[in-house]
Structure formats: C-alpha cells, structure tokens
C-alpha cells in the first residue's frame, strides 16, 4: 500500500465532505473551500492524504491559533484531524502527524521549543472509543 502526503487542493473538497458523508459524518463542502482560501491566504496548511489514490484523511496547521495564549506567542495549532474509519490503524494518522511536525519545524524559529503547538483530537462519532496520540508523536522529537 502507497501512503502519499500532499496540500489540499481545488479537487479536494467536494471528495474529501462525499467519504466523510459514506461514513456518517456530516462534514459540508463549504468546510473545505475554506480551508483551502485560508491555505491560500497562508493561514493554514491543510494536509490530506491518500492511501492508493484514494482520499483517506487530513490535519491541519493552523499558524494563528484560536487560542489567544498561544497566537500571542506564535505557537502553531494542530487541528481537525480525521482518519476515515476503514482506513484507521494502518499508519495514515502517524504519517500525516509527522507531516504536520515537519511543517511546524521548517516555519518556526527553531531557537526556541518549537514542538510546543496545540493537538486537539476527537472523535465525536464514536463515543466508546477514547481519543488517543499517535505512536511516536510526543511533540518534541
């Protein structure tokens, strides 16, 4: 199986919100043409992966924070991070989060901890499963 990393693209939206609805979730369009006008703008990265070809999850990096603490500091957030369900445990989360710190690292003054960002994680549709960190990922590596 091929695991390829890239940004979110124009083609992206309208695929990413359809395998979302598959599975239940309710995650519009709209959602996703955002990201990719605030990408643009260089708000955020929005990174999407694809095992085989095929759409199976994102994160993003959000360079200003929602949170006042850290925008003031400028302490990037991670954020809206989803795995489709038939494609979770087989890596594709490790990978887009090592992604996402490679990123963090190349942008932020590395003089400093730059590991210090915001992981938020959730997995609103299922309620039995507790959220978990990925293997590996400790923010500071």
């Known amino acids: 199986m091929n695991t390829h990393i890239r940004r979110l693209n124009e083609n992206d939206p309208v695929i990413i919100s359809h395998a979302f609805q598959e599975q239940g979730w309710e995650k519009p369009v709209e959602q996703y043409l955002r990201y990719l006008v605030e990408q643009h703008k260089g708000e955020r990265v929005t990174l999407v992966a694809e095992l085989d070809g095929a759409f199976a999850g994102y994160v993003n990096v959000l360079w200003n924070s929602h949170y006042p603490s850290f925008r003031e500091q400028g302490i990037p957030e991670i954020n809206d991070f ?60």
Do not use: F, H
């Open 82 to 141: 989803n795995v489709l369900i038939k494609y979770q445990r087989q890596g594709i989360g490790s990978r887009l989060m090592d992604r996402a710190e490679e990123l963090i690292r190349e942008r932020t003054d590395t003089s400093r901890d730059w590991g210090r960002c915001i992981l938020r994680l959730w997995q609103s549709s299922d309620p039995i499963r507790p959220p978990r960190i990925y293997p590996g990922w400790q923010g500071n590596s």
